[in-house]
């Protein structure tokens, strides 16, 4: 029971304070209330299928070809894979660390790893056909490639500042947290 409440304290803290917040402003009420079941629908229909596709993905794809394609020493392959499987995606950035975790999990790299997040962040195929409709080609394709370079630096650089332990440690919590 400790470490239950143990792992899941900020949850158990939040929840105290929503509902001291509703006790304490009762204006406030029937808006957090909708907010919070509105919050709630959308996770209820967004994890489940992401668990099911990760089982799925994590029983029918070999640790040998993940680690192949997306591990160290994948090179520009392994850069492309991670941009092409986080850009694909159209759920929220939540749903990117349950198979950040699978990753990490089947041995890709943590370069390759921050690479799929900031990808699932940032270059949505989706979000950027809706910025061509919206904003025009030229500032999609250019908001696009930057965000590219970004991903791509951003990375870079995280890599360089921490050592190579801190990166394992990483993974390992990763995969720890969500399998």
């Excluded at 900020?10 to 079941?37: C, E, H, W, Y």
């Excluded at 950035?93 to 699978?102: C, D």
Aim: aromatic content about 12%.
């Amino acid at each position: 029971m400790k470490q239950v409440i143990r792992r899941y304290r900020n949850t158990i803290i939040m929840g105290v304070v929503f509902t001291l917040l509703l006790i304490i402003i009762p204006t406030i009420r029937d808006k957090a209330i909708s907010s919070f079941l509105n919050q709630m629908k959308t996770i209820l229909f967004v994890i489940p299928p992401i668990f099911v596709l990760l089982g799925l993905f994590d029983v029918w794809v070999p640790r040998e070809t993940m680690t192949q394609h997306l591990g160290r020493g994948s090179g520009i392959r392994g850069i492309i894979i991670a941009f092409a499987l986080g850009s694909a995606t159209a759920g929220p950035l939540y749903g990117a660390f349950p198979v950040a975790a699978v990753l990490a999990k089947k041995g890709g790299s943590f370069f390759n790893i921050l690479i799929f997040i900031g990808a699932w962040s940032t270059t949505k195929i989706p979000m950027l056909l809706f910025e061509i409709k919206a904003m025009g080609p030229l500032f999609a394709f250019t908001r696009f490639i930057v965000s590219i370079i970004g991903i791509l630096l951003i990375a870079q650089i995280i890599c360089i500042f921490i050592t190579k332990d801190d990166r394992t440690r990483s993974l390992e919590t990763l995969a720890s947290k969500y399998i």
